[in-house]
């Protein structure tokens, strides 16, 4: 929690821990390095820690575990798939999407959040950039959920289901690839298999690694998001009034949510070789854990950090990453939360709360958010 990442911070700001095995990273500072210094900070868990079955964990054989010059190549490859441009040709469609679901609930006065926009919005765009049926976007969601509930802390039940929901995503997009391959449509599957560097084209495992990555990466992170949006606008209601009144101070609010309340709280890395953070030394192959919500808390990087300011300028904050592997999915997950933002401050008039009831943290070691968000107005 926030209370352990300020006392961290400034008494153990690198510790290590025994039980995890491993390294916790507190500081603005320190985070930032070791996010930036990629060729001392690895991603490629494989080369430190014994190889998984891709099967049962399709993201390992994805960018997000790769060093250059591997990364730098697949990188490319799915930038040419996954533009800017693409992201902005799907606006109307975001629009239409968050249109929808709210139809639902203006007239009843009242919303659970999660359930009703924040979740069914970022699985219904990412499944029609993969070109998933709707009929199987339940499928989907309940596969992506039960894969990060099987985290390594799960129990082995949930571990075993989350390994199944894996194989069943990995079969999926095998046979959506040979679809694809006989016959291409005009979109994001046919294009990732027609992209193109140096006369390469991705591997299968590659491209399936990369669509599961993207339903995994895309969803729960953006629903909390937004979620956590609505939880600091439910703590500082003048800022709902101060939006509405100025639109122009949406995109801002929400980079502000997102170092507030960080989505991803814990990144992963291997040093290659023995280094040293904030004094402590550290050797090569022992696993790092930056924490995110930590960096963006800390008072040496952003004044008044525990405050929610909506204006706050500069506002560098790390809850999309740095570096090479900086979110390539931030266009989007900005575009989704900003339309999302705005149609509920065009269509939710009054005063927004959420009911005094506890609320129910996700219980899981790499997002932070809420499960359930019942929020009202008028
Ligand atoms: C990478 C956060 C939404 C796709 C990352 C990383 C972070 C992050 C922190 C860096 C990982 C690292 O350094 O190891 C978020 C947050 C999101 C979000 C907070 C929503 C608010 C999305 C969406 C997509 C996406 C919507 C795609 C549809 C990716 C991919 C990578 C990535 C493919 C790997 C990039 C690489 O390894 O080069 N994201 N993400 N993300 N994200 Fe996101």
């Known amino acids: 929690s926030y209370d352990w990442y300020r006392q961290m911070r400034e008494s153990q700001p690198v510790y290590f821990d025994p039980q995890m095995q491993g390294w916790h990273i507190f500081r603005y500072e320190d985070v930032a390095r070791v996010l930036t210094e990629h060729a001392t900070f690895s991603s490629d868990r494989n080369r430190f820690t014994p190889a998984g079955d891709p099967n049962s964990n399709p993201i390992i054989s994805s960018m997000l575990f790769m060093d250059p010059p591997r990364h730098h190549q697949l990188r490319q490859l799915v930038s040419q798939a996954f533009t800017p441009r693409m992201v902005a040709r799907m606006e109307a469609r975001i629009q239409e999407i ?27 765009v990412i499944a029609e950039l993969l070109g998933i049926p709707t009929e199987r976007r339940e499928e989907f969601k309940q596969w992506c959920d039960d894969f990060l509930s099987g985290d390594g802390n799960a129990t082995p039940e949930a571990q075993q289901v989350g390994m199944q929901a894996a194989g069943s995503m990995v079969s999926y997009f095998n046979k959506l690839l040979e679809q694809r391959r006989a016959q291409p449509h005009d ?32 969803n729960e992170t953006t629903t909390n998001l937004l979620g956590n949006t609505i939880l600091c606008l439910d703590e500082h209601p003048e800022a709902v009034e101060q939006l509405r009144a100025r639109r122009e ?11 507030y309340y960080s989505p991803v709280k814990i990144m992963l890395r291997w040093p290659v070789s023995e280094t040293t953070l904030s004094d402590q030394r550290i050797e090569a192959g022992q696993t790092l854990l930056a924490w995110l919500p930590s960096a963006n808390r800390d008072e040496a990087q952003f004044p008044n950090a525990d405050q929610f300011i909506i204006e706050r300028e500069p506002n560098r904050h790390l809850g999309f990453g740095r570096g090479i592997h900086f979110c390539l999915g931030a266009p989007l997950a900005r575009l989704e939360a900003k339309i999302a933002l705005n149609t509920m401050l065009d269509r939710l008039p009054g005063s927004w709360r959420v009911p005094d009831v506890p609320l129910s943290p996700i219980n899981n070691l790499s997002v932070f958010g809420i499960a359930k968000l019942p929020l009202t107005w008028q």
């Open 249 to 259: 101070l949406v995109p801002g609010a929400l980079e502000e949510a997102l170092r």
């Open 98 to 124: 968050t249109n929808d679901l709210l139809d639902k609930v203006v007239a009843k006065g009242e919303m659970e959040v999660i359930r009703d926009l924040a979740g069914p919005l970022p699985v219904t």
């Open 187 to 218: 979109d994001l599957v046919s294009a990732l298999l027609q992209a193109e560097v140096d006369g390469e084209h991705l591997s299968s495992e590659e491209l399936v690694g990369f669509c599961v990555l993207l339903l995994l990466a895309g």
